[in-house]
């Protein structure tokens, strides 16, 4: 999937130590939930990049910029009466930060969401503090639902969560 500069596509054995290179940072990390590895080893990455090649339709990507990979974007869908929602979640290398990417990137992925697994429904949780990714989900059309107060503990920091979601028939 490609809108012309960013692209999404299926993770390769060989993504391993850039993966561990872009991850190995607490400026990511203080933005995920705390099963994301911190510090992130090539080991941690080898073990991601096996559960990615397994899972079928695919639902994590390599997200690539002007061709190189420079960050990671999953949908993750739901089970039982949830099961027509997935749950969106991604990271990008902090040295590509503000260029617009993960825009991109999150618009690309509900396309492929809505269209090639059938979900009807994304959503997810941002910490009240990461300002960035909620104006990227606002971006690409997810309105925020909730918030859940004082749900969160992160790195010894109580703080809320804002939920936000977006619909397949949204029109944006
Ligand atoms: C959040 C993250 C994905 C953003 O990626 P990005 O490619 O830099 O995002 P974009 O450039 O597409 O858009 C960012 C928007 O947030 C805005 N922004 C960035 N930092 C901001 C801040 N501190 N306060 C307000 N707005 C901010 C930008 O101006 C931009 O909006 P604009 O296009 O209207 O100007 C990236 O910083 C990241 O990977 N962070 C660590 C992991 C993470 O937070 N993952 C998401 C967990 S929910």
Same mark, same amino acid.
């Given at each position: 999937?490609?809108?012309? #500069?960013?692209?999404?596509?299926?993770?390769?054995p060989?993504d391993?130590?850039?993966?561990? @290179?872009?991850?190995?940072?607490v400026?990511?990390?203080?933005n #995920?939930?705390?099963?994301?590895p911190?510090?992130?080893?090539?080991a941690?990455?080898?073990?991601?990049?096996d559960?990615?090649?397994?899972? @079928?339709p695919p639902?994590l990507?390599?997200?690539?910029?002007r061709g190189e990979y420079?960050?990671?974007?999953?949908?993750h869908p739901?089970?039982?009466?949830?099961r027509?929602g997935?749950?969106? +979640?991604?990271?990008?290398?902090?040295?590509y930060w503000?260029? +617009?990417?993960?825009?991109r990137a999150?618009?690309?992925a509900?396309?492929?969401?809505?269209?090639e #697994?059938?979900m009807?429904?994304?959503?997810? +949780?941002?910490f009240?503090?990461?300002?960035?990714?909620?104006?990227?989900? @606002?971006?690409?059309?997810?309105?925020? @639902?909730?918030?859940?107060?004082?749900?969160?503990?992160?790195?010894?920091?109580?703080?809320?969560?804002?939920r936000?979601a977006r619909?397949?028939?949204?029109?944006?």
């Amino acid at each position: 999937m490609t809108d012309g #500069l960013v692209a999404l596509r299926p993770f390769t054995p060989g993504d391993r130590k850039r993966l561990a @290179e872009l991850a190995d940072n607490v400026n990511i990390f203080r933005n #995920l939930r705390d099963g994301f590895p911190h510090p992130y080893s090539e080991a941690d990455a080898e073990r991601f990049i096996d559960m990615a090649m397994k899972c @079928e339709p695919p639902q994590l990507f390599a997200i690539e910029y002007r061709g190189e990979y420079v960050g990671n974007i999953g949908i993750h869908p739901k089970k039982d009466i949830y099961r027509l929602g997935a749950e969106i +979640g991604y990271f990008l290398g902090e040295d590509y930060w503000h260029l +617009g990417i993960m825009s991109r990137a999150v618009k690309l992925a509900c396309e492929y969401a809505f269209r090639e #697994l059938g979900m009807i429904r994304i959503d997810t +949780g941002v910490f009240d503090y990461n300002v960035a990714s909620q104006r990227v989900l @606002e971006k690409c059309g997810f309105i925020k @639902e909730g918030v859940f107060r004082k749900s969160v503990i992160k790195m010894g920091r109580i703080c809320d969560e804002v939920r936000y979601a977006r619909l397949k028939e949204a029109d944006f």
